[in-house]
């Protein structure tokens, strides 16, 4: 895939909390699940295992810090981490603060719903609280 033709190649369509010339992490802003974030490698490299043994920890380092913040400014039931990339050949982990009654708990949030909810956006005090916290962590 060519970086023109690549949807993470481009400016984030979400907004960004924190980023680096490494990876950044974004917030996806889901309705269902508002504190859900995604960390993004800038480089076109698709598996962990292709990363540098550095770089690997450095990855790791980031998706932490995001789910350390999470936690302390949620206390969510669980935090669920992927990481899939079928689609664009950035490696990015998914973090998603699960709750006992989110749409789809116990079960994968991209599994069929069991319930509806209407959880309130992320607002401006938590989004900035979470970006400072997520740098915190990071250094
Ligand atoms: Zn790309």
New binding site residues.
């Given amino acids: ?1 060519s ?1 023109e033709a ?4 481009q400016p984030s369509p979400h907004e960004t909390l924190w980023q680096d010339d490494f990876c950044r992490v974004v917030l996806l802003n889901d309705v269902d699940y508002p504190a859900y974030c995604r960390v993004e490698l800038l480089a ?1 490299i698709k598996e962990m295992s292709d990363l540098q043994a550095p770089q690997r920890v450095r990855m790791m380092q980031v998706v932490f810090a995001v789910e350390t913040a999470l936690r302390e400014i949620l206390n969510p039931d669980k935090i669920n981490l992927a990481s899939l990339g079928n689609k ?3 490696i990015h982990w998914h973090i998603i603060p699960r709750f006992e009654n989110d749409k789809h708990f116990p079960n994968s949030h991209w599994s069929e719903a069991l319930r509806e909810t209407e959880f309130e956006p992320l607002n401006d005090v938590v989004k900035l609280t979470l970006a400072d916290k997520i740098k915190a962590h990071i250094q």
Wanted: charged share 10%; glycine share 0%.
């Fill in positions: 895939m970086k690549c949807p993470l190649c076109h664009t050949p950035h």
